[in-house]
């Protein structure tokens, strides 16, 4: 983790994957680092080049989906960092699934037909498309595990104000729409994500990350329809075949559970899934970029004074 010191800088937060500096009141640095979570554990070693990769898909999707509603990126000085606006964050995660995968299949598998009080129709196999794209909210912990939500509570419990979550939920659908777009171009599914907003005065922005491998999950479409009628799994790109290997080793986060050791082959495969990704969904190759600390620090701290947010 570095730990740098901004001109102007007036706070500093270690996330799971993501360094973020506050600079004065109105503008955050957010570097993404090589740290993998999952389960909402950061795992004990780093990824080569993961900041990297998401960073660089992160911004190429805000570009790509910028008509849609204001976002909080200006500028991306260096391959792993990002400047943007400092938002209020809404206090809310919003999850969108197009497919019944991951946690939703979990759930359904266990016999509940709901989840976060959205109703899934019956006789589903894992995978299959829903007939509509499905919210499913989480809350967003500061510590510790998200917890779904649904929409009903988040206006009952005043976490969001009724007025700012329909064009929240409406920005969601569209933002997702953009990305299966996007994605279908590149010959793959954007299967669920899920979008964070904030709020300047009455303005409302699409905050941090999106469509990348922390935050979504892909399938390939060529031979999809040919795997479901056989039942076989989806080929996909996604953090969940690190979630898959945890669970095989007994590790999903909860109390008293270890994480099982990562080997520097494991390690590789997993950087390399997350290079495979980039090129797939960016339709580029692969740049590896290795700045030296002092290097980041120049390039960030000089695009900093170059934004002028009064003109």
Not at 34 to 47: E, H, Q, Y
Not at 172 to 199: H, N, P, S
Not at 219 to 227: I, L, T, V
Not at 247 to 254: A, D, L, P, Q, R
Request: glycine share 6%; with cysteine.
């Amino acid at each position: 983790m570095s730990n740098y010191q901004f001109p102007d800088q007036t706070s500093f937060y270690s996330g799971k994957v993501r360094d973020v500096y506050s600079i004065g009141n109105q503008l955050l640095v957010m570097i993404a680092s090589n740290r993998i979570s999952a389960f909402d554990v950061i795992l004990p070693k780093p990824i080569p080049f993961k900041g990297q990769v998401l960073n660089q898909i992160a911004a190429y999707m805000l570009k790509a989906t910028a008509d849609i509603c204001p976002n909080w990126l200006i500028s991306t000085p260096t391959p792993n960092s990002a400047i943007g606006k400092k938002c209020s964050p809404f206090k809310v995660e919003m999850v969108i699934r197009g497919n019944l995968t991951g946690h939703a299949w979990r759930t359904y598998q266990s016999g509940k037909s709901t989840l976060c009080g959205v109703n899934m129709p019956d006789g589903l196999k894992e995978n299959d498309f829903f007939d509509r794209p499905l919210i499913t909210p989480t809350t967003k912990a500061s510590v510790g595990h998200d917890e779904d939500i649904s929409r009903e509570d988040i206006l009952k419990n005043g976490i969001v104000a009724a007025a700012d979550y329909e064009i929240i939920e409406q920005y969601t659908r569209l933002l997702f729409e953009r990305g299966k777009q996007l994605a279908a171009k590149q010959g793959l599914i954007l299967v669920d994500t899920k979008y964070e907003f904030g709020k300047i005065d009455d303005t409302i922005y699409l905050m941090d990350e999106i469509h990348t491998p922390d935050s979504s999950r892909y399938f390939y479409a060529e031979g999809f329809d040919e795997r479901q009628a056989a039942g076989e799994k989806q080929l996909q790109l996604s953090k969940e075949f690190v979630r898959e290997w945890l669970i095989k080793n007994n590790f999903m986060g909860k109390e008293g559970q270890s994480v099982p050791e990562m080997s520097d082959e494991w390690i590789t495969t997993i950087s390399n899934r997350y290079i495979e990704l980039y090129e797939k969904v960016i339709g580029e190759k692969f740049i590896p970029q290795n700045l030296s600390e002092e290097e980041n620090f120049e390039k960030i701290a000089t695009a900093l004074k170059t934004i002028n947010l009064a003109g």
